[in-house]
């Protein structure tokens, strides 16, 4: 709501709440700020002043005499990914809670411009925080150095701050479903290759693998989109397998369409299992079984963790979330 204007129009400036209590522009400023070199009776006496005149500084102002912008970059790989959505989401609700605003920027995949971005957003906003960056480890290491304050989602470096999803064991968690069906014949649908997510999947099924000599996971190469899904239908069907994991929901989504329109009987025919338990997940025909990523609470959590930068505090220790399988019934028993 504006402020009232006073008796001769005008709205009411730092000016009339300096004459009011009868200190320098300087003293509301740090008064009303919490600079805690005002003593505490002026502090008082300011506020008493602003509240008299019913004045609120503007946010802009105010980002002036924190030397802040009240502003965090957020670069995302996918913003068309609903899982980095959720966590946009989960972020963004906490910081405005906080009084800060989020400034979202989509590197499309790419390396280098998730390079660009994450240097630019950073020189225009009083941190950044990376999710699920697709940059090489070394890389990572040298950016997030000159990038402070910054806190990674999904990614490590060294002493940085970091909130992730337990990609591997929520995978191990699907296999052993799989398994438990009776599956001997497994497909994985693979994501993006630089993806750290993907890797930890990869790890996740050669442990597997090595600790069930009598089940066999093949690697199909693919992608992170309904497309990729849909595209990879003719390979999954060729492999012979009962069963398919996909990177993600929106992969599982694109390989469920495709294959029973073909004709195949999911669950009958071939299992199909997602990963993150987007919105669509439960709402497919049938519905998908997935791994529920807790995509708000890393949003949010990885706020914590700037919010504990940008007020002096020491970085927190690492924190990992276990995503939860959610068995639904787009898988079954293995075909005898």
Not at 6 to 33: E, F, H
Not at 53 to 69: F, H, K, Q
């Amino acid at each position: 709501m504006p402020r009232p204007p006073r008796a001769d129009g005008a709205r009411v400036t730092i000016a009339d709440v300096a004459a009011r209590a009868g200190v320098s522009l300087s003293t509301v400023s740090r008064a009303l700020n919490g600079n805690p070199t005002v003593d505490p009776a002026l502090a008082e006496k300011v506020r008493d002043a602003a509240t008299a005149l019913d004045y609120t500084a503007s946010p802009v102002a105010r980002s002036l005499v924190l030397g802040r912008t009240q502003t965090v970059a957020v670069v995302v790989p996918d913003l068309g990914n609903p899982t980095f959505q959720a966590i946009l989401r989960g972020l963004s609700r906490a910081a405005a809670a906080d009084d800060y605003h989020v400034l979202v920027a989509d590197s499309a995949e790419s390396v280098a411009e998730e390079r660009v971005l994450a240097t630019a957003t950073r020189r225009r906003t009083d941190g950044v925080i990376l999710c699920s960056p697709r940059l090489p480890q070394d890389e990572l290491d040298r950016l997030v150095g000159g990038l402070t304050p910054a806190v990674l989602i999904n990614r490590s470096s060294g002493d940085v701050p970091s909130v992730r999803a337990d990609y591997r064991s929520a995978l191990t968690a699907e296999l052993e479903h799989l398994y438990g069906q009776g599956h001997r014949r497994i497909v994985y649908l693979a994501g993006v290759a630089r993806s750290v997510a993907n890797a930890a999947r990869l790890e996740a099924i050669a442990e597997f693998a090595a600790g069930h000599a009598d089940a066999v996971v093949t690697e199909i190469p693919c992608g992170v989109d309904f497309e990729a899904g849909a595209a990879a239908g003719p390979a999954v069907r060729a492999s012979g397998a009962t069963a398919a994991l996909a990177f993600n929901d929106l992969v599982a989504m694109g390989l469920l369409s495709a294959v029973q329109a073909d004709g195949c009987r999911v669950p009958a025919d071939l299992s199909i299992v997602g990963f993150d338990d987007i919105p669509f997940a439960r709402y497919t025909s049938p519905p998908l079984t997935t791994a529920a990523v807790p995509a708000n609470e890393l949003g949010a959590e990885a706020w914590a963790r700037m919010r504990g930068l940008l007020e002096g505090a020491e970085p927190g220790h690492p924190l990992s979330l276990l995503p939860q399988l959610t068995v639904r019934g787009s898988t079954g028993p293995a075909p005898v």
